[in-house]
């Protein structure tokens, strides 16, 4: 830190041995380092000659003097090292012919920590030969020797060793390496009985802690102890702490009873800064670090290190919400101006009001180049003490050659601890020379204040302190920045009275003539003071009630007295709080408190089922409303022939669309909110818009499908609520919570079992019967156009969708990406022909996502591959649980000739039979052992119990189940599995499957052709 302050404010060497010379004059400890640079060779450094330790380092370089006298020091202690590694340094102290020749370090016999190091000093030869060893206490410390000079120099020295061995040898004295063994340290002797003490530093001159030259730890009043009396000793008797009368701090290696005054006592110690975790605080006049309660303040580490030499903006940020600035603060135009050669730009003026919350500052405030957009130093608006722990010179506030300054508003300053104050060359300068510097100052300096602004000319141009300002001077214009107030002061501004008498809050002067607020509870009184202090004790009045001295809002009500006794008052005509009859009896609190705990469980119970039977209330006329709407069949035109139409023409703003639930290719389907016209309940629905987007077709008018549409009503088809016609057709429908049935299917395949599966493939048949049954082609069944109305009945949704849209030719164009190919039969890819029979193929497919769990048919195939495939006869796989019997259903399905597939009637009727044995058609798990097969078997066949019935095909069982079977032709019936000896299924060979089993061994790849004609020849093999 002395090497930096030198560059920074020395100008001349003369300077610079001057300050050395005031420094060190009469000096015998250092706290710190010693450096000496930059001397030339005709001075003298005599005064040098007292120092006796140096807590640092020592670096000593560049000079050109012969001689060092520093006889006197006999330790370095080496707290802080040079370049992290050397507690004395001496390097390149040679110029011309002149340079250093002898160290002078005669008596210095320890150094505790750090290394050694001279090297390039040309005229000094003798510094190798010295015993270190016995100096450096750890012998692993490097040792670093070079004298810089010729051979013929280095052969000189060795001759002129034996003349001057006194000089080398006998002005050393050896402490350590020549001891007895018993000796742990230094002696004074050769002898056992000649050690020094164990806390002696150096050597000794006797065996007592007396005897030391220094001390290892500290020093105690002349005796070298390990630390000094603590502030707080033990109680053998009391077993307590007690304090100690005879404490004392430690001040670097010696005892003090008190810290200097700008350090903080820490505990035993007088330490420049509170460590982590605990703040400065003021106790009793001493400063002390104790423990934070929550967040401490924030403290910021200063500039003037060789890392952080001025405040830039490279490190401008560092400084944010600091309260205190742990050392300097310097600001230099490298910083201000920027460093081209650091590539750091210049300091913009808006960031200085970081320092807005600065109120401490432990160092100097150096202040050498300043922003010209700024014209004081207001940025430093909340600083109150500058400590001046570390000075330049004698300096801790400095302030030279800025320009733009024209004030100093530093108003909050009120404490300089050590220092003085240096303010120069500022040629705009004003109001600096009123200020009373010695009420701030608090040493006893001279200030140097000049080559500023004349104050003739400062008071002609108006720059003067404001009347309300004392003569103690101000920092700027305004009220607000004078050092004291001639009358008065509110919130640092001075004014001219207080609100004593009038005004909004009323106030009192404090001793200081600052105006503070009365307390609230005091009255406002006109013509008089309205209270005497701030407490409530100090009021001339009271505003509500007066308790004893006291005011208060409401007099004490249950209150605890000092006694332990509860206290009542009541305020009597004058609004003095007064004590209530000991025989006046207060309702139990306790019973008090439990009925109002009772009465509030009480009414949140009634609030609970209250809106348990709200809730219940809307669902039930939800559902009553539905079924109202659902059972009334009104025709839609008057002028029609009476047809029931179930759906009702519905206005836009009797929907409110919801979330999405999905898209298709003719539309988008959300959740909605049907509100009938005229009703205020809401029924959930799903809302279906449908668009033309080839701009064709409209929806304005009501259509003769769209009344075919309403009319459905079947218990496995989607009912139809609602028709709203307009440019986007929308279709309101019931809603099905739980979602498709390819979703379930892939979501619970792990729960489904042969009978639910079968009994979906009768619903959906009948659906699809009862839609053709209508004449209503469906062209898009899938498994995601089945829903789901409970876990056991599923619904037919997305029917008649494309006569919607195309009513006259019944063709429409298909993207590849949108339309359904893998779906759709082979004769609606290529003719676009869609009939009831195309359905067949659909369902056909349907069925086979249902027993593959939700799989995508055709898979690893493009949609335009799959029409080549279907005309060369290759079919979907046979799924793992299918018997041949159900693979043999789809089979049929997707026969090429269409008047060969199965109609929905037979397929609902060959369902419903297998729906009554699902484990002999539907292998879901293979069987565990025998037992388990027949009791799972029996257990499938009595739940899934019907009845047959050939007249009624849409009679429905309470689960939902369709019970009609509907019988195939003879030439259609297919075999059955049986169970073998061992449970094992196996096929039994029909006429049939025989020959299916003959076409596969064909190998042909048309061997759907083959099959197909082989139908018209199984009467014949039967």
Same mark, same amino acid.
């Given at each position: 830190a002395?090497?930096?302050?030198h560059?920074?404010?020395?100008?001349?060497p003369?300077?610079?041995?001057n300050?050395?010379?005031?420094?060190?004059?009469?000096?015998?400890?250092?706290?710190?380092?010693?450096e000496?640079?930059q001397?030339?060779?005709?001075?003298?450094?005599?005064f040098?000659?007292?120092?006796?330790?140096v807590?640092?380092?020592?670096?000593?370089?560049?000079n050109?003097?012969?001689?060092?006298?520093?006889?006197?020091?006999?330790?370095?202690?080496?707290?802080?090292?040079?370049e992290?590694?050397?507690?004395?340094?001496?390097?390149?102290n040679?110029?011309?012919?002149s340079?250093?020749?002898?160290?002078?370090?005669?008596?210095?016999?320890?150094?505790?920590?750090?290394?050694?190091?001279?090297v390039?000093n040309?005229?000094l030869?003798?510094a190798?030969?010295?015993?270190w060893?016995?100096?450096?206490?750890?012998?692993?410390?490097?040792?670093?020797?070079?004298?810089?000079?010729?051979a013929?120099?280095?052969?000189?020295?060795?001759?002129?060793l034996y003349?001057?061995?006194?000089r080398?040898?006998?002005?050393?004295?050896v402490?350590?390496?020549?001891c007895?063994?018993?000796?742990?340290g230094h002696?004074?002797?050769?002898?056992?009985?000649?050690?020094c003490?164990?806390?002696?530093?150096?050597?000794?001159?006797?065996?007592?802690?007396?005897?030391c030259?220094?001390?290892r730890h500290?020093?105690? @009043?002349g005796?070298?102890?390990?630390?000094?009396?603590w502030?707080?000793v033990?109680?053998r008797q009391?077993?307590?702490l007690?304090?100690?009368?005879?404490a004392?701090y430690q001040?670097?290696?010696?005892c003090?009873?008190?810290?200097?005054?700008h350090f903080?006592?820490?505990?035993?110690?007088?330490?420049?800064s509170?460590?982590?975790?605990?703040r400065?605080k003021?106790?009793?006049?001493?400063?002390?670090c104790?423990p934070c309660?929550g967040?401490?303040?924030k403290v910021?580490?200063?500039?003037?290190?060789?890392h952080?030499?001025t405040v830039?903006s490279?490190?401008?940020d560092s400084?944010?919400?600091?309260?205190?600035?742990?050392?300097?603060?310097?600001?230099l135009?490298l910083?201000?101006?920027?460093?081209?050669?650091?590539s750091i730009p210049?300091?913009?003026?808006e960031?200085?009001?970081v320092?807005?919350?600065?109120?401490?500052i432990?160092?100097?405030?150096?202040?050498?180049?300043?922003?010209d957009e700024?014209s004081?130093?207001?940025v430093?608006?909340?600083?109150?003490?500058?400590q001046?722990?570390?000075?330049?010179?004698?300096?801790?506030l400095?302030?030279m050659?800025?320009?733009?300054?024209?004030?100093?508003?530093l108003?909050?300053?009120?404490?300089i601890?050590d220092?003085c104050?240096y303010?120069?060359?500022?040629?705009n300068?004003?109001?600096?020379h009123?200020v009373?510097?010695?009420q701030?100052?608090?040493?006893?300096?001279?200030n140097?204040?000049?080559d500023?602004?004349?104050?003739?000319?400062c008071?002609?141009e108006g720059h003067v302190?404001?009347?309300?300002?004392?003569?103690?001077g101000?920092?700027?214009?305004g009220?607000?920045?004078?050092?004291?107030?001639?009358?008065?002061?509110?919130h640092?501004?001075?004014?001219?009275?207080?609100?004593?008498? @009038?005004?909004?809050?009323r106030?009192?002067?404090?001793?200081?003539?600052e105006?503070?607020?009365?307390?609230?509870e005091c009255?406002?009184?006109?013509?008089?003071?309205?209270?005497?202090?701030?407490g409530?004790?100090?009021?001339?009045?009271c505003s509500?009630?007066?308790?004893?001295?006291h005011?208060?809002?409401?007099c004490?009500?249950?209150?605890?007295?000092e006694?332990?006794?509860?206290i009542f008052?009541?305020?009597?005509a004058?609004?003095?709080?007064?004590?209530?009859?000991?025989?006046?009896?207060?309702?139990?609190?306790?019973?008090?408190?439990?009925v109002?705990v009772f009465a509030?469980?009480?009414?949140l119970?009634?609030?609970?089922?209250l809106?348990?039977l709200?809730?219940?209330?809307l669902?039930?006329?939800?559902?009553r409303?539905?079924?109202?709407?659902l059972?009334?069949?009104?025709?839609l035109?008057?002028?029609?022939?009476?047809?029931?139409?179930?759906?009702?023409?519905?206005?836009?703003q009797?929907?409110?669309k919801g979330?999405?639930?999905?898209y298709g290719v003719?539309?988008?389907?959300?959740?909605?909110?049907?509100?009938?016209?005229?009703d205020s309940?809401?029924?959930p629905?799903a809302?279906?818009?449908?668009?033309?987007?080839?701009?064709?077709q409209?929806?304005?008018?009501?259509?003769d499908h769209?009344?075919?549409m309403g009319?459905?009503d079947?218990?496995?088809i989607?009912?139809?609520?609602?028709?709203?016609?307009?440019?986007n057709l929308?279709l309101?429908t019931?809603l @099905?919570?739980?979602?498709s049935?390819?979703?379930?299917?892939r979501?619970?395949?792990?729960?489904?079992?042969?009978q639910?599966?079968l009994n979906?493939?009768?619903?959906?048949?009948k659906g699809?019967?009862?839609?053709e049954?209508?004449?209503i082609?469906?062209?898009?069944?899938a498994?995601?156009?089945v829903?789901?109305k409970s876990?056991?009945?599923v619904?037919?949704?997305?029917f008649g969708?494309v006569?919607?849209?195309?009513?006259?030719?019944?063709?429409y164009?298909y993207?590849e990406?949108?339309?359904?190919?893998?779906?759709?039969a082979?004769?609606?890819i290529?003719?676009?022909?869609?009939?009831?029979?195309?359905?067949?193929?659909?369902y056909?497919?349907t069925?086979?996502?249902?027993?593959s769990?939700?799989?995508?048919?055709?898979?690893?195939?493009?949609?335009?591959?799959?029409?080549?495939?279907l005309?060369?006869g290759?079919r979907?796989?046979?799924?793992?649980?299918?018997?041949i019997?159900?693979?043999?259903?789809?089979?049929?399905?997707?026969?090429?000739?269409?008047?060969?597939?199965?109609?929905f009637?037979?397929?609902?009727?060959?369902?419903?039979?297998?729906?009554?044995d699902?484990?002999?058609y539907l292998v879901v798990?293979p069987?565990?052992n025998c037992?388990g097969a027949d009791?799972?078997?029996?257990r499938?066949?009595k @739940?899934s119990?019907?009845?047959?019935?050939d007249?009624?095909?849409?009679?429905?069982l309470?689960?939902g189940?369709?019970t009609?079977?509907?019988?195939?032709?003879?030439?259609?019936?297919?075999s059955?599995?049986?169970?073998a000896?061992?449970?094992?299924?196996c096929l039994?060979y029909?006429?049939t499957?025989i020959?299916?089993?003959f076409?596969?061994?064909?190998?042909?790849v048309?061997f759907?052709?083959?099959?197909?004609?082989?139908?018209l020849?199984?009467?014949r093999?039967n």
């Open positions: 002395i090497q930096m302050i560059k920074l404010i020395y100008s001349s003369a300077q610079h041995y300050n050395l010379k005031e420094r060190y004059t009469g000096c015998e400890i250092v706290m710190g380092n010693l000496i640079t001397m030339e060779s005709d001075l003298d450094f005599s040098l000659g007292s120092i006796r330790e807590t640092g380092y020592i670096l000593i370089a560049m050109q003097f012969s001689r060092l006298p520093l006889d006197q020091l006999r330790v370095i202690r080496g707290s802080s090292l040079y992290k590694e050397w507690a004395l340094s001496v390097f390149h040679f110029e011309s012919h340079g250093l020749e002898d160290l002078g370090l005669t008596n210095l016999t320890e150094i505790l920590e750090g290394g050694v190091q001279i390039h040309r005229n030869s003798y190798p030969w010295i015993n060893r016995d100096i450096v206490r750890d012998s692993d410390k490097i040792l670093s020797f070079s004298c810089g000079c010729s013929i120099q280095r052969l000189w020295t060795v001759l002129l003349k001057m061995i006194r080398c040898f006998v002005c050393i004295s402490t350590k390496t020549v007895a063994p018993q000796c742990h002696c004074f002797g050769t002898n056992p009985n000649e050690c003490h164990t806390e002696c530093a150096g050597g000794c001159i006797g065996p007592r802690d007396t005897d030259f220094a001390c500290v020093n105690h @009043s005796a070298c102890v390990p630390h000094c009396p502030p707080l033990y109680n009391t077993f307590q007690e304090p100690n009368s005879e004392m001040y670097g290696s010696i003090v009873p008190k810290c200097p005054g903080i006592v820490d505990g035993s110690a007088c330490v420049s509170c460590p982590p975790g605990k400065e003021k106790k009793n006049g001493i400063k002390q104790e309660i967040l401490c303040p910021c580490e200063g500039t003037g290190a060789n952080r030499q830039d490279s490190n401008i400084f944010i919400n600091c309260t205190k600035i742990q050392g300097s603060l310097h600001f135009i910083g201000i101006k920027g460093d081209v050669y650091h210049p300091l913009e003026p960031k200085l009001k320092f807005n919350t600065v109120r401490e432990t160092g100097i405030l150096n202040i050498q180049s300043w922003p700024l004081d130093l207001s430093f608006s909340s600083l109150t003490t500058i001046g722990r570390s000075l330049l010179k004698p300096f801790s400095l302030v050659k800025i320009p733009s300054l024209t004030s100093l508003g108003h909050s300053l009120r404490e601890s220092g104050v303010i120069t060359q500022n040629k300068l004003c109001y600096h009123t009373n510097w010695t701030i100052v608090t040493s006893n300096c001279d140097d204040i000049k500023n602004k004349p104050p003739i000319k008071e002609e302190c404001d009347p309300l300002c004392s003569d103690s101000c920092w700027g214009p009220p607000e920045q004078c050092l004291s107030c001639r009358n008065h002061s509110r640092g501004t001075c004014v001219s009275h207080c609100n004593l008498y @009038s005004g909004s809050p106030e009192f002067a404090a001793p200081n003539g105006c503070l607020a009365c307390h609230p009255l406002p009184q006109n013509g008089k003071q309205t209270c005497k202090g701030k409530a004790d100090q009021c001339v009045a509500n009630m007066m308790d004893g001295p005011c208060v809002s409401t004490p009500n249950g209150v605890n007295g006694k332990g006794q509860t008052k009541y305020p009597n004058e609004g003095h709080c007064k004590p209530c009859h000991l025989n006046c009896t207060r309702g139990s609190q306790i019973a008090g408190i439990s109002a509030g469980i009480i009414v119970l009634a609030v609970f089922v809106g348990f709200y809730r219940r209330g669902a039930i006329r939800r559902k409303a539905l079924r109202r709407y059972e009334s069949g009104e025709p035109d008057p002028g029609e022939k009476g047809t029931k139409v179930h759906a009702r023409i519905l206005k836009p009797e929907l409110r979330k999405l639930l999905g003719f539309g988008t389907v959300n959740k909605g909110l049907w509100i009938p016209e005229g309940v809401k029924i629905v809302i279906k818009s449908i668009q033309d987007r080839s701009g064709r409209t929806f304005t008018e009501i259509t769209m009344l075919a009319g459905l079947h218990p496995y989607v009912r139809l609520l609602g028709i709203c016609p307009g440019t929308q309101v019931q @099905s919570p739980q979602g049935l390819l979703q379930h299917l979501q619970h395949k792990d729960r489904l079992d042969p639910r599966l979906w493939c009768v619903q959906i048949a699809m019967y009862y839609l049954e209508h004449c082609a469906h062209r898009n069944l498994a995601r156009n829903l789901l876990d056991y009945i619904q037919i949704s997305d969708v006569d919607l849209l195309y009513p006259d030719d019944k063709k164009v993207s990406h949108k339309m359904p190919i893998k779906w759709m082979l004769e609606s290529l003719f676009r022909r869609y009939t009831h029979q195309s359905d067949v193929w659909s056909g497919v069925v086979w996502e249902m027993m769990y939700g799989a995508e048919p055709y898979a690893s195939m493009h949609p335009n591959d799959v029409p080549g495939l005309e060369k290759e979907l796989a046979q799924p793992q649980i299918c018997t019997d159900v693979y043999m259903v789809m089979v049929k399905c997707w026969m090429i000739d269409e008047n060969v597939r199965p109609t009637k037979e397929l609902a009727s060959e369902f419903t039979r297998m729906a009554r699902p484990p002999r798990k069987p565990q037992v009791e799972s078997h029996q499938y066949v @739940s119990h019907l009845e047959a019935d007249d009624d095909d849409d009679e429905v309470q689960d189940f369709a009609p079977p509907l019988q195939l032709s003879p030439t259609r019936s297919h059955r599995l049986r169970m000896s061992y449970k094992v299924r039994q029909t006429s499957n020959f299916f089993m076409t596969l061994s064909l190998g042909s048309r759907f052709d083959v099959f197909e004609r082989s139908l020849y199984l009467p093999l």
